[in-house]
């Protein structure tokens, strides 16, 4: 144990993924002294949409244009699932207050308040998503339009192809074209790294430079598409200099993860939630969870230089599941790490999977996780809240499989919101 001086918070949020980046800044905006511990690896993978619900049933895939009725009906359908469980307006004002803090970081976010929008995926799918990045968003309307529109490859950017998207496309969207341009600077290069790129289109000459290699191949093209690598920390100012130049709108769509929009949202939970105040443990992991007599939490963190002691008044689990840790599996079954919470889960490693992969029941490992009362905090063997003063949030919550029903972002920003909502009401 390193010699550290004692810390001791309101609130210490285990994760710094969605769920844990949501509970900060709700913490901190209502006046509790916060610290966040936690490795950023999950964040790099997101692909910058925010979804709230764009399936239900997925058995049956069908598509939500409206995710409030959504919610409606899954309240009906299934009443364990974490949104079930929360009023619709406890949700949306959950969202509308993490948007508000996405758009006043410098990262603006656009929806249509009670309809998801149809976006572009890498592959030239679509899915139904709520929240938008700024940088994407003229994409929506290109999309849902059919306008004329040039979309550009670059060459040596694994990931992405302007070409399959347009051939996806080809027959309902007669006027998407495709371009294919090398990146300024990378003639002596095989293969090109989406964060250098957009590291580098931060520099005005390297637009300039781009924009230079586009311009004369949009002709009648209303709107130009790119994979997402227009700045990371300064986008929206690199998209609306480069719309400039070309004198039509741009969008991005996101490339294969790890990827550019998972960046910009790690890079802007680092910073400010820090300004918020909060104090932030980066790439740190919890060691264990000790009650302490009174009611408080002693944590351990550590990393590779050695490990010190924090004390916490409340703590809240949002460390995912199996890639976040927040959940580790063995023989025995799937159980909880750090305070040996009981899992819902299959009764036996058989259960946990179907005999199909993509059997559209699904796969019950899928919706293990901590059962929790009203308040989101976890549930012992007796059923009981295992402390009162422990909570969890995110894709931890049992009863849900987020990625079938598109609801992840959703379900990790409300619940981090009712988990705050209820450890503050406590007080």
Known sequence: MTASKEQ??????????MA????????????????????????IFASGYLDLLGVHPPEN?????????????????????????????????????????????GLPYYRDTDKNA?????????KPTYGVPGT??????????????????????????????????????PKLRTHTIGFPGSGHLSELYTETMARQL??????????????????????????AVLGIRKCKAVAAALAEKLAVPVFEIPTMPPGVPGLRLRDIFAESIAQLGVYLYREKRVRAVQPKPGGAFALTIADHTGAEMIYARRVLLASGRFLGKGLLT??????????????????????????????????????????????????DEKGVPAFTNLYAAGSILAHQDWMRRKCG??????????????MTTDD
């Open 330 to 379: 063995d023989q025995a079954g799937i159980r909880e790490p750090l305070l040996d919470l009981p899992v819902h889960q299959p009764r036996s490693r058989q259960g946990w999977h179907r005999r199909y992969f993509l059997d559209p029941r699904g796969h019950a490992v899928n919706r293990a996780g901590l059962e929790t009362d009203q308040h989101l905090r976890p549930l």
């Open 61 to 105: 895939g069908r598509i939500l244009s409206d995710p409030w009725a959504g919610l409606v009906q899954l309240a009906r359908d299934e009443p364990d699932h974490p949104l079930a469980r929360l009023a619709p307006e406890t949700i949306r004002t959950a969202l509308d207050e993490f948007f508000h803090f996405l758009t006043a970081s």
């Open 8 to 17: 001791k918070f309101d609130l210490v949020v285990i994760g710094t993924g």
């Open 20 to 43: 844990g980046a949501a509970a900060a800044v709700f913490a901190a905006g209502r006046g509790l002294a916060t610290a966040q511990v936690g490795e950023t690896g999950e964040l």
């Open 136 to 173: 994407m968003w003229a994409g929506v309307k290109a999309l849902r339009d059919k306008q004329p529109c040039l979309l550009i490859d670059i060459r040596g950017l694994r990931g992405f192809s302007a070409r399959q998207i347009a051939a996806v496309w080809e027959t309902r969207w």
């Open 118 to 126: 149809e976006v572009l995926t890498p592959l030239g799918t679509t």
């Open 409 to 422: 972002s959703g379900l990790a920003i409300a619940t981090a919101y009712a988990a705050v909502v209820a």
């Open 202 to 227: 931060e520099l005005p000459q390297n637009l300039d430079a781009l924009s230079d290699r586009i311009k004369p191949h949009v002709k009648d093209a209303e709107v130009v598409g790119l994979p």
